[in-house]
């Protein structure tokens, strides 16, 4: 379960970025060279449409209805879960084990504001439709952290947490968060 979402969250990320990016251009058909008699002239080759590909069913994408952002309206909380991470560079310290389980959630003009058990809030920014961010010093001041949040439907939303202690610049620590709404606060 938890790579599908993983891979629901990865494949919403990309689209997103590619959307930023604008269309792709069209692919101009190249000719393949034909050899014929040279009183007669070659025809043009034709080549038969390709299909637009399908999106693989078994990705889940965040549902959107008519343009509307996912972002609970008023306060919310939820309970995350988290994978079991994974550490990347010259990591010099065991792993570490992040914040999870309730979440308080709240609308804000420029995104949310995502309050765990640490200290402070984090203010997010909104990124893209039903995507936010917050990227700078942790609540309690001990390294950087990065934290994008996609919500996928009404009741569940995906984030991936990356954290670089101040102790060890080297080294970030990656977990994937899931999360259920719970209630309205």
Not at 14 to 21: F, P, Y
Not at 82 to 111: F, K, M, R
Request: hydrophobic share 35%; net charge neutral; glycine share 6%.
């Amino acid at each position: 379960m938890l790579s599908l979402l993983r891979r629901a969250w990865i494949a919403s990320i990309l689209a997103l970025s590619l959307a930023a990016c604008g269309p792709a251009p069209a692919a101009t058909p190249i000719p393949t060279p034909t050899s014929s008699p040279a009183a007669t002239p070659a025809p043009t080759p034709t080549l038969a449409p390709t299909a637009t590909p399908e999106p693989t069913p078994a990705l889940a994408q965040p549902t959107e209805s008519a343009g509307q952002d996912l972002l609970p309206r008023q306060r919310s909380v939820w309970d995350t879960k988290i994978s079991p991470g994974e550490t990347l560079g010259e990591c010099a310290g065991g792993a570490i084990l992040p914040v999870y389980g309730l979440v308080q959630i709240t609308p804000t003009e420029a995104g949310l504001e995502w309050k765990n058990q640490e200290p402070r809030p984090y203010p997010m920014a909104r990124i893209a439709p039903n995507t936010y961010r917050f990227a700078g010093p942790s609540s309690i001041n001990d390294g950087v952290v990065t934290m994008t949040v996609t919500f996928l439907d009404e009741k569940s939303l995906v984030m991936l947490r990356e954290f670089t202690p101040n102790a060890d610049p080297k080294c970030i620590h990656r977990h994937e968060y899931t999360g259920e709404f719970k209630w309205f606060r």
